[in-house]
C-alpha cells in the first residue's frame, strides 16, 4: 500500500513558476515509477510526467516539456514537478500518482493516487 500527499499548489500569474510535492509513505517508494496527472474544470484527468523509479526514464505530455520538470529523492520519498513558464491553461488539480510499472501509469493511469493540490494560472 501507498500513500501519497501533494503539497505546493497555489494561486500564481502567467509566466510564474511552480514546484509542486507528493510525499509517498511505504517502504517500497523506490520501487515505484511516479507521476504526475491533472484534471481541469470540465475536462478529464490527463497525465502531465512520469519518472521510473530509478529516474532513467522519464516521460511527458507534449503540452508540458520544455516547461516543467518531474524528479525524485528516493531517500526522502518524494516526487516533484518543477513547472515554470506557467500558462492559464495549466490550471486543474495536480494529482500525484505511483504505479509499479512505468508503461501503465503513462499510458493509462496508475493503482495509486493522492488528493490533488489546486494550482491556478491567472492571466
Known amino acids: 500500500q501507498v500513500q501519497l500527499v501533494e503539497s505546493g499548489g497555489g494561486l500564481v500569474q502567467a509566466g510564474d513558476s511552480l514546484r509542486l510535492s507528493c510525499v509517498a509513505s511505504g517502504r517500497t517508494f523506490s520501487s515505484y515509477t511516479m507521476g504526475w496527472f491533472r484534471q481541469a474544470p470540465g475536462k478529464e484527468r490527463e497525465f502531465v510526467a512520469g519518472i521510473r523509479w530509478s529516474g532513467d526514464r522519464i516521460d511527458y505530455a507534449d503540452s508540458v516539456k520544455g516547461r516543467f520538470t518531474i524528479s525524485r529523492d528516493n531517500a526522502k520519498n518524494t516526487v516533484y514537478l518543477q513547472m515554470n513558464s506557467l500558462k492559464p491553461e495549466d490550471t486543474a488539480v495536480y494529482y500525484c500518482?505511483?504505479?509499479?510499472?512505468?508503461?501503465?501509469?503513462?499510458?493509462?493511469?496508475?493503482?495509486?493516487w493522492g488528493q490533488g493540490t489546486q494550482v491556478t494560472v491567472s492571466s
Open positions: 500518482a505511483a504505479d509499479i510499472d512505468f508503461i501503465v501509469l503513462v499510458t493509462a493511469g496508475a493503482k495509486y
